[in-house]
């Protein structure tokens, strides 16, 4: 199995652009997770799946941050418009729909300049 | 609700040194209780796990105790090498309902030949 894959695995971008992060979680995993990892707040969850369908995006910083998952084997975190603040490691994971097999992917590094 | 504290960082050893970190917990029950480790460019792996009280997770040298009484699940290794340098999260979650980890803040181990 190649684990779950993220691209890219870093993106430079100016201020105010739409950036686009991308996920294809482990094949059979129902749930999938987006985290953002910083040295000042630590490891945050963002939102997860199940089943591809939003369960909790209470930890979406506002409202510049949106994700979506249109299959079992892709999803996307889009940040519109993208700020300095937003320069962090963003990590994504996936599971089966009780937690077996929880599974991170290597991470996109985001630095917004 | 749940939380999970890890001793400060960074740990900075000599190798072949002796290891210990840290990680106390607070929840209501007893959950299951993981170490992650974050290497340099990468994403969190699963170390070791252990699902109930007095349980041993092990796995590469490293050991965890899962102490109920203390509410502990301190990470120890008896020769440390250059190679586990890393970030070491502790972390809980539960069976079933909600399955998500709540993860400790991280601690930096830092080896010097």
């Known amino acids: 199995d190649a684990g779950v894959i993220q691209s890219p695995r870093h993106e430079v971008t100016e201020m105010g652009q739409e950036v686009t992060l991308r996920c294809k979680p482990i094949?059979?995993?129902?749930?999938l997770f987006w985290y953002r990892q910083t040295m000042m707040r630590g490891l945050e969850l963002l939102i997860y799946?199940?089943?591809?369908?939003?369960?909790?995006d209470s930890g979406m910083p506002e409202d510049r941050f949106s994700a979506k998952m249109p299959n079992a084997s892709f999803s996307t975190l889009k940040i519109q418009p993208s700020e300095p603040r937003d320069s962090a490691v963003y990590f994504c994971?996936?599971?089966?729909?009780?937690?077996?097999?929880?599974?991170f992917g290597s991470g996109t590094r985001l630095t917004v300049v | 609700g749940d939380s999970v504290t890890q001793m400060e960082g960074p740990v900075t050893l000599s190798e072949e040194a002796f290891l210990t970190i840290n990680c106390t917990y607070t929840?209501?029950?007893?959950?299951?209780l993981f170490w992650y480790v974050q290497y340099p460019g990468e994403g969190l792996q699963l170390l070791l796990k252990?699902?109930?009280?007095?349980d041993k997770g092990s796995n590469k040298g490293f050991e965890a105790t899962y102490r109920k009484e203390t509410t502990s699940f301190h990470l120890e290794k008896g020769s440390v090498q250059v190679s586990d340098s890393a970030v070491y999260f502790c972390?809980?979650?539960?069976?079933?309902?909600?399955?998500?980890?709540?993860f400790g803040r991280g601690t930096s181990l830092i080896v010097h030949p």
């Open positions: 799946f199940n089943n591809n369908v939003p369960i909790d």
């Open positions: 094949s059979g995993h129902n749930s």
């Open positions: 972390a809980l979650s539960w069976t079933g309902g909600s399955y998500i980890p709540t």
């Open positions: 929840a209501t029950g007893y959950p299951s």
């Open positions: 252990a699902t109930k009280a007095d």
């Open positions: 994971a996936s599971s089966h729909r009780d937690g077996y097999g929880y599974t």
